[in-house]
Every structure is written in C-alpha cells, then in structure tokens.
C-alpha cells in the first residue's frame, strides 16, 4: 500500500498547506497595498480591489482539489512533470504580487504574468491528461489570470509614473 492510498486526507492537507503557503507569501507582499491600488489609474472594466481576496481564495482551493487529484491518481512517479509545473506556477504566482505590488516594476509584473499563464496553461493540460476533473478544476483559475494579465498591462500602461 503507498502513502498515498494510505492516507487521502494527509496528502489533501500536504497539497492545501503547499498551496496556500504561497498565497501567504504573495498576500505578503500586498498587505499595505490598498492605497497603492487606489492610486492607480485602472481601466473601467478593473474590479474593486475588495474582489480579489474571495476570488482567490475560491481559486487556491480549486487549485489544491485539482493538484490533490493527480497526485492521488498517478503519484509523483505518474505525474512529475505535472506536479512540477504546478509547483512552479505558485511560485511564479507569488512573485507576480513581489513585482506589481511590493517592488512596483509593471513590466516585470507583467512578464511574470505571461510566463505564468503559459505554465498554468501547460499545468492545466497535464492534469486534465492523468485525471479530466483536475484539468476543469484549473480551468477558473487559467481564465482568471488572463484577465488579471490584461488589467496588469493596462494598469502598467496607464501608470509609468507607479510602475516603472
């Protein structure tokens, strides 16, 4: 028996803790940012900034259900590849609110975006191979960085001034 037929709920906790660990680090880099992002000139179509925490957090959750899915499924000897680029889109993750928030570098926020979106894009295709739910799981999230992609350019573009 393999840990992972052993104790379900462990590794559901392992992939909640992981995810959420860099949705700490990120928010860390965003926790005097209320007044920045007031400041910027946003486009009309810009959330208020009160939507990103429950968004998400919706999406962190989805992000760990999907990851916890193919691990459960194909173990990392299974799904290496998968499980690794998951890894590394959190990590590109939380560097993109280092880049746009704390250091204020739109460019480089936005470059981290796009490189983001490709490996999310690439994560979400390997999950939705081993196991169909975990790939549509992805799905909100891939759909919420494209838009985040977009505001990210626009607001860089619309604030030389704030954002390098």
């Known amino acids: 028996m393999t840990e992972r037929t052993r104790s379900p709920w462990t590794g559901l906790l392992g992939w909640a803790a992981t995810t959420f660990a860099a949705a700490a680090i990120g928010a860390a880099a965003s926790m005097r940012s209320d007044d920045f992002y007031r400041q910027l000139e946003t486009p009309s179509w810009a959330p208020p900034g009160s939507v990103f925490g429950p968004v998400w957090t919706l999406l962190y959750i989805l992000m760990a259900l999907a990851a916890w899915m193919v691990w459960r499924r194909a173990g990392w000897e299974g799904a290496r590849l998968a499980l690794a680029l998951y890894l590394l889109q959190l990590v590109l993750n939380a560097l993109w609110t280092w880049c746009f928030f704390a250091w204020r570098m739109g460019g480089l926020a936005f470059a981290d975006i796009v490189l983001l979106w ?47």
């Open 118 to 164: 490709l490996v999310i894009a690439a994560t979400t295709w390997l999950f939705w191979r081993v196991r169909p739910l975990a790939g549509m799981l992805m799905l909100p999230y891939l759909a919420w960085v494209t838009f985040a992609a977009f505001l990210n350019h626009a607001s860089w573009r619309m604030n030389p001034q704030l954002l390098g």
